[in-house]
Structures are given as structure tokens and as C-alpha cells.
């Protein structure tokens, strides 16, 4: 059974207690765990974020200090790319949340329905295109393509730099053997030492890359056509 690490924020005690309880026999009717973490206050979910990873986050909108459109707009300003489910028994404020990319909204007078449909689109998102990777501490993670940002050859080492929190990951194995495994998930070689997922590539220049964590690695020039043509190629498949 796959476990998800979810966080829940609303300033409703009551409303706490009850939707994550709800929330946790909606994970397991779908075959899945939750372990959720609640938060009355979206500076207190803040302050988690900055040490802990979420699968998602569930947040009411209507909260009176600093709602949950302002959190999720946080959050996207800082390049964090949690998925955002909205509580709310406000409909006429989900155009609203649209600012903050939200993965879904669950509306609470419908809260058993919603809630389902939520789920089921999370844990099929969850559940695309993993690969394993050899850690230098010997261990086997799992590795979700899609967070990575790209890959940089560090001496002996390579290192993956996620979306998230600026989250990096050292792991034991050569850049020419996670191109392999890469290649099929949207990423390009573009230098002898770096590889890059074309999902975050914001621009292509004659000698570098820019990410869209405004980050710049450089292009090889020998590579550059083969750069340009494989990300146009990726572009018109749309990744696939």
C-alpha cells in the first residue's frame, strides 16, 4: 500500500478534525495511506514546508489572518510545486485560486463526493513514471522525473537538483547512464556535465540554458544542434 504525506490546513478546529479523519478512510477505500499533519494557520503549514515534503496540501480558502490563495501564490512564488487542493465553501472564490495552480478543489457541503474524485486524480498522478537510483549510501530511492530539474556532474558524483525547496539528491552512477534512464522522460544532454529536463527550460541560448528557477547552465557548442532539435522535438510531442 503506497503512503502519502498530506498536510491539511483550515482555522476551524472542528472542520480539522473531522476532514482529515474523512480524508484518511477516502485514502484507504482507494487503496492507498494518509498520514496527514493539520495546521490551523497557514504560517504554521508554511514553517513545515520549509523542512518537511508534502504529496499535497489540502487548504481551506477562507481563513482570517492569511488565506489559502495567498499560500498557494507563496508558494508558487517560491518555485514550490506541491500539489494544492482547495477546501471551500466558497464557490465564487475558485476563479480566484486559479492564481496559485491548484491540482483540484473539493467543495465542503460536498466533501464525500469531492473528496473521492481528489483522491483518485492524485493517486494517478502519484503513481506516473518512477525510476530507482543508487544512492552514495548505498540505498534505492525512487525517483519521480517530473520534479527534477536537472542533473549535474559534481566530480565522481552526480547530483539531482528537484523543484521543490531546492531540494538536491547525490547519487552513485555516471551522467552517461542517466541519460539512459532519463532520455525517455523529456531530458537532454546538453553538456558534458549537465542533463536537463526540458519541462523547465524557460530559454535556449547559443551558449546555455535558462531554467525557470532562473538558474543558467551552460550548452555545449558542439551539442547545440542536437540541444535545439530534440527540445523542439519535446515541445511538439508535449514531452511525451
Do not use: W
Request: proline share 2%; hydrophobic share 40%; aromatic share 8%.
Amino acid at each position: 500500500m503506497k503512503v502519502f504525506s498530506i498536510a491539511m490546513c483550515d482555522d476551524s478546529s472542528r472542520a480539522l478534525t473531522a476532514f482529515s479523519v474523512a480524508l484518511e478512510n477516502v485514502f484507504e477505500k482507494c487503496g492507498a495511506r494518509a498520514l496527514i499533519d493539520t495546521f490551523s494557520s497557514p504560517a504554521a503549514l508554511e514553517r513545515s514546508m520549509s523542512e518537511k515534503h508534502y504529496d499535497a496540501v489540502f487548504l481551506d480558502i477562507e481563513m482570517p489572518a492569511a488565506d489559502g490563495i495567498t499560500l498557494g501564490k507563496n508558494l508558487r512564488t517560491a518555485k514550490d510545486t506541491t500539489r494544492i487542493i482547495y477546501l471551500s465553501g466558497r464557490e465564487d472564490r475558485v476563479f480566484d485560486a486559479f492564481v496559485a495552480h491548484p491540482f483540484g478543489f473539493i467543495r465542503k457541503n460536498s466533501f464525500a463526493n469531492d473528496s473521492v474524485d481528489a483522491v483518485r486524480s492524485l493517486l494517478a498522478s502519484c503513481s506516473v513514471k518512477t525510476v530507482e537510483i543508487g544512492t552514495y549510501t548505498n540505498d534505492v530511492v525512487e525517483v519521480d522525473p517530473s520534479a527534477v530539474v536537472y542533473v549535474e556532474n559534481v566530480k565522481d558524483r552526480q547530483l539531482f537538483h528537484f523543484a521543490e525547496n531546492a531540494r538536491t539528491l547525490t547519487v552513485k552512477s555516471t551522467l552517461g547512464r542517466l541519460e539512459d534512464l532519463l532520455s525517455p522522460y523529456g531530458f537532454i544532454r546538453v553538456h558534458q556535465g549537465y542533463i536537463v529536463n526540458h519541462d523547465y527550460i524557460s530559454r535556449l541560448d547559443n551558449t546555455s540554458v535558462t531554467l525557470t528557477n532562473g538558474e543558467i547552465v551552460p550548452v555545449s557548442r558542439r551539442k547545440l544542434g542536437e540541444v535545439r532539435k530534440k527540445f523542439m522535438s519535446l515541445i511538439d510531442k508535449g514531452g511525451e
